[in-house]
């Protein structure tokens, strides 16, 4: 088992930041891919970025690239999310996930926090 506990959310006015950051505990965390999804009221949840623990294989998604990075701490065992030039539209509940294996750009995570919320306003 994986546990996974979210933090950083909040509010912000668009054009700021935020950093979000999962603790990971449990099992061998080095073996297993991290990432970060959000959802937002009334829509299905959907992926943001993934990571291996190395950082050699990252993905992020197109609505979010440029904007948000992912990282990893390994000393810490926490996974962060630095999210930047935040819109109104990056509203919603932000979720880390972990999974056995390799990274993959989808929501096919076995493991999820329990989420921290990020209200961007305008």
């Known amino acids: 088992q994986v546990q996974l506990v979210e933090s950083g959310g909040g509010l912000v006015q668009a054009g700021g930041s935020l950093r979000l950051s999962c603790e990971v505990s449990g099992r061998t965390t080095s073996s297993y891919a991290m990432g970060w999804f959000r959802q937002a009221p009334g829509k299905a949840r959907e992926f943001v970025a993934a990571t291996s623990w190395s950082g050699r294989r990252t993905y992020t998604a197109d609505s979010v690239n440029g904007r948000f990075t992912i990282s990893t701490d390994n000393a810490k065992n926490t996974v962060y999310l630095q999210m930047n030039s935040l819109k109104p539209e990056d509203t919603a509940v932000y979720y880390c996930?972990?999974?056995?294996?390799?990274?993959?750009?989808?929501?096919?995570?076995?493991?999820w926090g329990q989420g921290t919320q990020v209200t961007v306003s305008s």
């Open positions: 996930g972990a999974r056995r294996g390799t990274v993959v750009p989808s929501l096919q995570y076995d493991y």
